[in-house]
């Protein structure tokens, strides 16, 4: 019996350090988007960037990660996603203090192609890594969970940026970030675990992931995944230019609203998947944040009021992930947990194209028309369109899952 404690105590102990370290190390992520996307108005001067250009890096980086998710997927099922984790972080992390050494154009487009490709084996290893800790009836919130150490990396670099950036330069706000984040990694390579084995893992063909195209609620979930990123990352993405370019914030202003954006979002994934699994309806969490980000995002590009602009960027950014979770387990609950990985991958090329099209597209459409209006209103009109999807998949969650409601 004490045996059998002392065993359980090491147990648990693993699995707090590795549930911490995951998220610390997931936390220096928001180096790659969120500290380029604060810093962009900067970076285009310095390097001569056009708004299509300044996109683009957030397009290439994100394309990349994009086509890296089901071959991510398949791994995570069949490797250690500890080890996959791992190398992801490093690598990516390792990049973000190398964007601070680059001088052109191009040299920052290549680092962000390189970035997409370790960021890739984040997203679906993260989840899986976490998700192994907690019992099934716990997984969308786990999955909320892996979202907490971006946001928090987030926060701290949309306050400690603009400071380091008044007192050196955006190179150096890059640089030595990126350095802590290598001690972490180190970190979590000698002290996380992988979750205690629940049965034998999966040795699936990768031909399995294409397989998930035959059925239509994949189809129907990846549209609202496409919907889904290409929002968050044309909001997020942008957001900090247009209240510096368009609405003559300075980059401290922006850091710390943006620093507020993000601390609304990070709990919006515990919340809504906690409402999820209390209530057994992911739609309804879907459905509602859809309505409402289409609702604000539409407000929010016309309001010339900077108090009630401010306003109604924190109202979206509550919805913002809030359907992240109950969106990602709705795959899993049909197809059942041994295509979670390769699920999860599929889930995310979709979601990624769609953050590939929306920050590519509104820098483009602010070089063409010089205002951001038109792409905001873009992001509007696809949250309806992502609503009209979520009452298809209430359909087809309610057919698929009848004959198990009935066993």
């Not at 970190?187 to 990768?206: C, H, S, V």
């Not at 990352?233 to 507020?260: H, K, N, V």
Request: net charge positive.
């Amino acid at each position: 019996m004490n045996v059998e404690v002392k065993d359980g105590r090491v147990v648990e102990r693993d699995r707090i350090i590795t549930i911490v370290l995951t998220v610390v190390c997931q936390s220096f992520q928001a180096l790659s988007m969120g500290g380029i996307a604060l810093l962009l108005p900067v970076i285009r001067k310095d390097l001569g960037l056009s708004f299509t250009q300044g996109g683009s890096l957030a397009a290439a980086t994100t394309l990349v990660y994009a086509f890296m998710q089901m071959p991510a997927g398949y791994l995570s099922d069949r490797f250690s996603p500890k080890k996959l984790f791992s190398i992801g972080i490093l690598g990516s992390t390792v990049l973000a203090l190398t964007f601070g050494l680059v001088a052109n154009y191009w040299q920052a487009l290549v680092n962000q192609m390189l970035s997409g490709f370790f960021r890739s084996l984040l997203f679906t290893p993260g989840m899986a890594l976490l998700t192994g800790w907690f019992p099934p009836n716990r997984r969308a919130t786990a999955t909320g969970l892996y979202l907490i150490g971006g946001y928090s990396g987030s926060v701290i670099f949309n306050l400690v940026g603009p400071l380091l950036v008044a007192r050196f330069d955006w190179r150096f706000s890059f640089i030595s970030i990126a350095s802590v984040g290598i001690i972490a990694v180190l970190f979590l390579i000698r002290f996380g675990k992988d979750a205690p084995p629940t049965g034998e893992r999966p040795k699936g063909n990768l031909l399995e992931a294409f397989h998930l195209f035959r059925y239509k609620v994949m189809w129907v979930c990846g549209g609202i995944q496409y919907i889904r990123f290409g929002v968050v990352q044309g909001i997020t993405y942008w957001l900090p230019s247009l209240l510096i370019d368009e609405r003559g914030l300075s980059l401290q202003s922006a850091g710390l609203i943006i620093a507020i954006q993000v601390v609304l979002m990070s709990p919006s994934n515990i919340i809504g998947g906690y409402i999820s699994d209390r209530l057994k309806n992911p739609i309804l969490v879907i459905a509602v944040s859809l309505s409402v980000l289409g609702i604000t995002t539409g407000l929010l590009i016309t309001a010339n009021n900077i108090i009630l602009l401010v306003t109604l960027i924190f109202i979206n950014a509550i919805f913002l992930q809030m359907y992240f979770g109950p969106l990602f387990s709705i795959p899993v609950e049909i197809l059942g947990v041994s295509k979670a990985g390769i699920s999860i991958g599929f889930s995310n090329l979709f979601a990624n194209v769609g953050g590939f099209s929306a920050a590519y597209l509104l820098g483009a459409l602010k070089d063409r028309s010089g205002a951001f209006k038109p792409g905001f209103f873009a992001i509007c009109g696809a949250c309806f369109l992502g609503f009209a999807l979520t009452l298809m998949l209430a359909r087809m969650r309610r057919k698929a899952m009848g004959p198990i409601a009935l066993s």
